[in-house]
């Protein structure tokens, strides 16, 4: 449809979904939606990455318990996170023993998930996928910045990664909740070379895939919610004046879901939160429950990630952004 | 056809004087033009024959990619004026008075423990300066192991970080992350990841003073 957008032909829709949240994420604005929250960071295990592994895990369990499947029921696996080589993902997939596919979208993974999911089921390839993401604060930290102990000042413009997973079961069929279009985000570059400016780095591909998306489907009226993945405070404000100037008037429909995991104030997380699990378990404590509660709407969940790689970053490189874009409608329970 | 693209390259030189009037839409446009041109090219230069075909067609590229340089600076320039209006100022002067009281109260310690030694000990200056340092970094190290270190450094911001006890608190942070990779790839490796530079520099920086301590006599 248009020129980016894909319509979804056969029904897709999302059949269940659990999150599990970290400990500060536990203490902020959404702490009594999450399925699970974590006591300590650390979930009883000797590193991060294994924690965070666990805690990708236990998500999609919970996720596959709540539609009571069993993982052999599943055709594909699909996910990602923030640790080098995707390596959480992968271990949760050993554990899961079915057909896996590993994203690297940083946080647009989630978004990317769906996409692809979806578009193996439409094709008939399966008849369920998960998609699954993580990221955790203390791995991610130690990987692209300083040690986690190591006391220095954030910048303004920098974000907090999020610890959390979100998993979601796609199946083919009618359901509540729809996963109707999508469109697949372009790699824009605006020449933001500070690794603790992702917000701007990223906003520029949200934009473009925001309006290409609006282009193609006919505008503003259709929908009820935008929300982007992680552009935090500084990303969605100037997402929100682009859009403007190309002549979307977007105020009181559009979110991002890093301004919604913490308390601004007391939280100290400057701009916002970030990272794989930023969407992935906002969009599953918040913006999925909303569209219930209001019996009807669609939502355009945009998926930014900032492709970055420390290594290019200290070379002077600048940062790729990429921004993807899906489309969920509610239906009513009545229909499944 | 390549008579043509040099045409394309010309008229479009000619646009691109007015390049500070052009809005992004405009912009877009040409740089899709110049992707479309650039294909062919290559295609060109490939099927080209002798040196002197190739030559022109690599002459035609750089023009091309040239002017593709130019308008996606000119969109850069103009998306992070944006940004700037948008991105909040760090408050300089907060931030300036409470670097100077964390520093200070970290140095007021250290003045504390040498004139505690001078008197209490009877040691003079030269001994007990270092042994002000070494305890500094003592006392940093298990700051930072409990974690309260990293809070002191988020409210202190430089004011903890460049008195000695901002290099301790580096190495240990360094070496906490990393233990879990082993003695040796862990924290034999990683350990000066951050002070690293700190050390090299510093003991290149001692070694040309004292150079030209020898030379002054």
Known sequence: MGKRTIVYERPIAIRSWATVAGRKEGRGKLAQYYDFILEHNQFGEKSWERAEQKMQQYALELALEKANLTASQLDYFLGGDLLNQII??????????????GLYGACSSLAEGFILGSCLLDGGFGRR??????????????????????????TLTAQWTVTGSGAYILEQGQ????????????????????SSDMGSAMAAAAVDTIASFLQDTGGLNDLDYIVTGDLGKIGYEICKKQL??????????YFDCGMQIYHEEDQ??????????????????????????????KLLLVGTGA?????????????????????????????S | MEQCIEHALQNREKRLKKLQEMDEKTMEDLLQELRIEHQHLIADEAAGADGAEQRYYQDLLEQNENQSLLIQKKIDRMYQQQTKLVTPKAPLTKNVIR??????????????????????????????????????VVITAILTGFGIYDEIGRFGGAGSMVPISGFA?????????????????????????????VILYGTVASVIIGFIYYLMG
């Open chain 1, 88 to 101: 959480a993902t992968s271990y949760t997939a050993r554990a899961a023993n079915i057909p896996y596919f």
């Open chain 1, 129 to 154: 996928t998960a998609v699954c993401t993580s990221s955790h604060h203390d791995a991610a930290e130690r990987q692209l910045r300083y040690p986690t102990e190591m006391g220095v000042q954030r």
């Open chain 1, 175 to 194: 359901g509540a909740w729809q996963v109707t279009k999508a469109v697949p985000g372009k790699i824009v570059d605006r020449g933001i070379s500070n």
């Open chain 1, 244 to 253: 403007q100037e190309r002549g979307y008037d977007v105020a009181g429909r």
């Open chain 1, 268 to 297: 100290d997380v400057h701009a916002g939160g970030s990272g794989c699990g930023c969407s992935a378990v906002v969009l599953g404590t918040k913006y999925l429950p909303l569209l219930k509660k209001q019996g009807r709407g």
């Open chain 1, 307 to 335: 492709l970055l790689s420390p290594l290019t970053v200290q070379q002077g490189e600048t940062i790729p952004g990429i921004a993807h874009g899906i489309l969920v409608e509610y239906k009513g329970e009545g229909v």
């Open chain 2, 99 to 136: 670097a100077f009281f964390v520093g200070g109260m970290i140095c007021l310690l250290g003045q504390i423990i040498i004139n505690f030694v001078m008197v209490r000990y009877g040691l003079d200056f030269k001994a007990a300066s270092p042994l002000a340092s070494i305890s500094i």
């Open chain 2, 169 to 197: 608190n580096s190495v240990v942070s360094a070496a906490l992350e990393f233990k879990r990779e082993g003695m040796i790839y862990g924290i034999g490796a990683k350990i000066f990841t951050i002070a690293g530079p």
